[in-house]
């Protein structure tokens, strides 16, 4: 079944830098990759995903890219703000089980004012 | 819309004691997911349905554990006998075919 695997655990950075954020899978046949944001106490929330048949996608100030043959994905936040701060997930599609999606471990992201 | 629904927000029991939590997806979304949250394991898939139907309920850490969707807006995860190791957050989250999932609030369930 599919695996991801998802660095760094921890990531800190100083406002107004970026921020990066890498997660590989195992299977192949993945074609759906999102991305979760999750505040202290507070549900996951869907902030960008990236199916296989594109490399980039873009929404203000996040953006996801997509390395089918090194089956690779990142997330890049630019600008970072203090309230980009939370754990981020990512994900992929386990076709082999069934279509269900199988997480990362998480990063804890902290933006230092 | 007002997004899935889940109750209740919070729950306190004692250990032996039957929990309930409930569920209720987005209107239209076919899929329902179930989810444990702790510090210790992370976020971990306890059963997903499609339809109504369950597809994989290999997470299920054991018998104590059910869960039913007897219809497309409602769904129920059961504990019975609870114990201690069983507080956690229970999310619910919900989708369609183009495999989106958008999670619920949760419910922090404490056994004491």
């Known amino acids: 079944g599919e695996n991801v695997e998802q660095h760094p655990s921890t990531l800190s950075v100083q406002e107004g830098d970026s921020a990066v954020i890498k997660c590989t899978y195992s299977d192949s046949a993945s074609n759906y990759f999102p991305w979760y944001k999750q505040e202290l106490g507070k549900r996951p929330q869907l902030i960008i995903d990236?199916?296989?048949?594109?490399g980039e996608k873009k929404d203000q100030r996040i953006a996801v890219t997509l390395n089918k043959t090194a089956k690779h994905f990142s997330l890049h936040i630019t600008e970072t703000q203090p309230e980009d701060s939370a754990v981020y997930f990512c994900?992929?599609?386990?076709?082999?089980?069934?279509?269900?999606?199988?997480f990362g471990q998480g990063t804890e992201l902290s933006v230092k004012p | 819309d007002a997004g899935v629904i889940q109750s209740p927000r919070h729950e306190v029991t004692e250990m032996g004691q039957e929990v309930t939590l409930r569920c209720k997806p987005i209107?239209?979304?076919?899929?329902l997911f179930w989810y444990r949250q702790t510090m210790m394991r992370g976020l971990e898939l306890l059963i997903y349905?499609?339809?109504?139907?369950?597809?994989?309920d290999s997470g299920m850490p054991e018998d104590r554990f059910s869960a039913k969707m007897p219809n497309a807006s409602f769904s129920t995860l059961k504990i019975q006998p609870s114990e201690p190791r069983d507080s956690a957050v229970y999310f619910c989250?919900?989708?369609?075919?183009?495999?989106?999932?958008?999670f619920g609030p949760g419910t922090r369930l404490t056994v004491t």
């Open positions: 989250a919900t989708g369609t075919d183009s495999y989106e999932q958008y």
């Open positions: 990236i199916r296989s048949n594109v």
């Open positions: 209107s239209g979304h076919n899929s």
């Open positions: 994900a992929a599609v386990d076709y082999n089980q069934g279509g269900k999606l199988i």
């Open positions: 349905f499609n339809n109504n139907v369950p597809i994989d």
